[in-house]
């Protein structure tokens, strides 16, 4: 793997553990959820707690938002999911596209090649638990207002 993609994967680690430290608001469930990440990927729990606590507790390892913007572009993620995920305006955003573009930066991942390997299984088991079940693309707001007009129409006999 190149740099890049190593910084990538780091990257996707570090946000996938920022969003389950803002979910749980405790740092004990987000292990409890990485050692269930471990047992769906079969891959040692007790490495990946450790990488866990090692990159939650590194202040260096957490990305620029330009950073994180411009890799997240070169990896193919839609520029609104990069602007909700930095907090960056479209133009920051382009402006830090063009600039790494005309003088490109040098990526310098921050794990070692076998704790990266360990972060791509942790986000592979981690993109793998997310195909389980049914999801439609409807938020409960949308389901219930598409329930209520279905009954408006007659569909259903009393409301849900």
Not at 3 to 13: A, G, V, Y
Not at 66 to 94: C, F, N, S, W
Not at 142 to 157: D, K, L, P, V
Request: no cysteine.
């Amino acid at each position: 793997m190149s740099n890049i993609e190593d910084r990538w994967i780091e990257l996707q680690l570090y946000q996938l553990l920022a969003d389950l430290q803002d979910f749980s608001r405790n740092q004990l469930s987000v292990l409890d959820a990485v050692e269930v990440l471990a047992v769906w990927g079969k891959f040692s729990s007790t490495k990946a707690e450790k990488l866990v606590l090692d990159v939650m507790s590194w202040p260096h390892f957490r990305p620029a938002r330009e950073e994180l913007a411009i890799l997240a572009h070169k990896a193919g993620v839609d520029m609104p999911e990069i602007t909700r995920v930095t907090q960056l305006e479209r133009h920051t955003i382009y402006r830090a596209i063009q600039n790494e573009a005309k003088n490109p930066k040098m990526w310098v991942p921050r794990l070692t090649l076998e704790n990266t390997k360990l972060a791509k299984q942790i986000i592979d088991s981690h993109i793998n638990l997310r195909k389980v079940g049914i999801y439609g693309s409807r938020t409960v707001k949308e389901t219930e207002e598409h329930a209520q007009n279905a009954w408006t129409r007659g569909i259903y006999s009393e409301p849900l």
